[in-house]
């Protein structure tokens, strides 16, 4: 007497279901390692190549800002790729400037110390300025950075009395923007030029008044806590690196200056070490030393 079909049938349906289930479940595993459609994690270098080559589309305006920035979008070749841009294209020197800030002689306002400043922090390993380069806007030079996306200005969070809910962390950032400030001499170091991502991590915009010949450094009081790996880095800079990364968008002047304001930074850690205790002075931070951690 033959086998009735009905248990086999339930035994192939069972199996088949397991199977279907399976692969199911690796297929979401999979697809959840992999970036989301459109939205490619892109490394360093690919949004440089990025915003040197992607097609500039509209173009408007941004309220903040007395060098006059643009906001573009831009999009890559094949479509794939859309993200917006900030274009900054000043380029003046005076001989006296007076804002209601201080008085300065020999004044620039100069976007190729946008570029400096990101091709600085890269030197540095400080994920804390998002990509700038250099490129040509309407037939005039230009520097191009990267859009963070949903950012809040730090002028904005203080009215709003919001607090990061990870306050040793936002300390440590802090406190590593003030020593890269003074390292480069930023005369423009306003509330509006600090970036804070969604996830509180601090990002640092707008150089174009920065990179000053000055050998001094500008306001010792901002110089509290460093982090010790960015200390390391600044001691490897040498004059030679320099002039082969940002020679082309400062003097030799600037770099003397920069280099003068390095050694006068490492000194005054090193001595608050010889004070208060290395764990007094120094720390270290997880974000500072990654590699490019603006997103799409």
């Known amino acids: 007497m033959p086998y009735p079909l009905y248990p086999k049938s339930k035994q ?3 199996a088949l279901v397991s199977i279907v289930g399976l692969w199911i479940c690796s297929t979401l595993s999979s697809a959840q390692d992999q970036p989301a459609k459109g939205k490619p994690k892109l490394t360093c270098e690919e949004m440089e190549q990025f915003l040197r080559d992607a097609k500039i589309g509209r173009q408007r305006d941004i309220p903040k800002g007395v060098t006059l920035p643009k906001r573009a979008t831009l999009t890559s070749d094949d ?18 400037f007076t804002s209601l800030r201080s008085s300065e002689l020999n004044f620039k306002d100069w976007w190729e110390f946008n570029v400096a400043g990101y091709e600085l922090a890269k030197m540095l390993d400080l994920n804390m300025v998002p990509p700038y380069v250099e490129r040509k806007v309407g037939g005039k030079s230009a520097s191009l950075s990267w859009w963070i996306n949903d950012a809040m200005m730090e002028v904005d969070r203080i009215h709003k009395k919001l607090d990061s809910p990870d306050l040793d962390t936002w300390n440590k950032e802090m406190y590593t923007l003030r020593v890269f400030n003074q390292l480069i001499y930023n005369t423009d170091d306003n509330l509006t030029n600090v970036l804070i991502s969604p996830d509180w991590h601090l990002w640092m915009i707008d150089f174009t008044r920065a990179f000053r010949a000055h050998k001094d450094i500008a306001q ?3 110089l509290v806590q460093c982090d010790r790996r960015l200390l390391a880095k600044m001691k490897e800079l040498n004059k030679e690196v320099l002039k082969e990364k940002i020679r082309r968008y400062v003097t030799g002047a600037e770099i003397d200056g920069l280099l003068a304001r390095r050694d006068k930074i490492v000194k005054f850690f090193e001595d608050e070490v010889a004070k208060k205790g290395e764990a007094a002075v120094l720390f270290d931070i997880p974000r500072v030393g990654q590699s490019c951690g603006v997103g799409l």
């Not at 841009?85 to 005076?94: G, V, Y």
Request: cysteine-free; proline content about 0%; glycine content about 4%.
């Open 12 to 14: 192939f349906l069972v």
């Open 220 to 222: 010792v009081k901002n």
């Open 79 to 96: 479509g794939k790729i859309v993200h917006d841009a900030s274009i900054q294209t000043i380029h003046e020197s005076k001989t006296a």
